[in-house]
């Protein structure tokens, strides 16, 4: 059974997933929409170390989350394209940068595609 605290982590997540699936339709704020998907695959990522009880750091770099996810199942390489992809959009849709950074709805198409992976990894792993 899942752990209470792993379930809310996946029902934050999946809030996330869902405003950010609803909005690349209707707005043209990519950037944001691609922050929503970089948060939600940071829940699922959270959701699955709590359930595993894995070593918790409140960190928000998907590739570091990843890594503590392979302690748990060292063969999870078929999400690093996925966070590799996610990673940038905690720091470079909130802040200003001073490198390019594009963001549309190719893009926003693309982190749901990424995020999608990981969330429907995290949800057969934990049989959610």
Known sequence: MLPKVAKEWVEKAEEDYG????????TDYFAQVCFHFQQAA??????FIVAKKLD????????ELLAICRHADPDIKELDEA???LNPFYIDTRYP?????AYDKDTANKAK??????????KNSLNV
């Open 19 to 26: 405003f950010a699936c609803a909005s690349i339709e209707y």
């Open 42 to 47: 940071e829940k699922y990522l959270k959701a």
């Open 56 to 63: 918790f750091r409140p960190v928000h770099n998907l590739l």
């Open 83 to 85: 966070c590799r992809f």
């Open 97 to 101: 940068v001073h490198w390019p950074s």
């Open 113 to 122: 595609e990424q995020t999608t992976k990981i969330r429907d990894w995290v």
